[in-house]
Nanobody, 119 residues
Framework: QVQLKESGGGLVQAGGSLRLSCVATRPVTELDMAWYRQAPGKERDFVADIVGEGDSTTYTDSVKGRFTISRDNAKNMLYLQMNNLKLEDTAVYYC?????????????WGQGTQVIVSS
């Protein structure tokens, strides 16, 4: 099975930056991957994904121009570079993945890493 583990969360002041990492137990070249987040009292929401052999990326509107999703094939790593962080970015961030043969939504999830943005 595909196992995922996030890291890199922490406390940062508004306007600062963090880079989240997610290590996978399968080659990331075999996977479509995504970042989701869940703020206190809210649903888990899509943030960004990187899919297909061409590494096509998509971002939710609120993070466009600030966040960058990428992956390192040699290290089986997924990254989320987060710049110009805002208070509303505070959430638990989750790494997600699916094999390209698995039709439907993401079914493999990490445990999450907490990001707290302070004023």
């Amino acid at each position: 099975q595909v196992q995922l583990k996030e890291s890199g969360g922490g406390l940062v002041q508004a306007g600062g930056s963090l880079r989240l990492s997610c290590v996978a137990t399968r080659p990331v070249t075999e996977l479509d991957m995504a970042w989701y987040r869940q703020a206190p009292g809210k649903e888990r929401d899509f943030v960004a994904d990187i899919v297909g052999e061409g590494d096509s990326t998509t971002y939710t509107d609120s993070v466009k121009g600030r966040f960058t999703i990428s992956r390192d094939n040699a290290k089986n790593m997924l990254y989320l570079q987060m710049n110009n962080l805002k208070l509303e970015d505070t959430a638990v961030y989750y790494c997600a993945a699916r094999r390209r043969t698995e039709v439907g939504g993401y079914i493999h999830w990490g445990q999450g890493t907490q990001v707290i943005v302070s004023s």
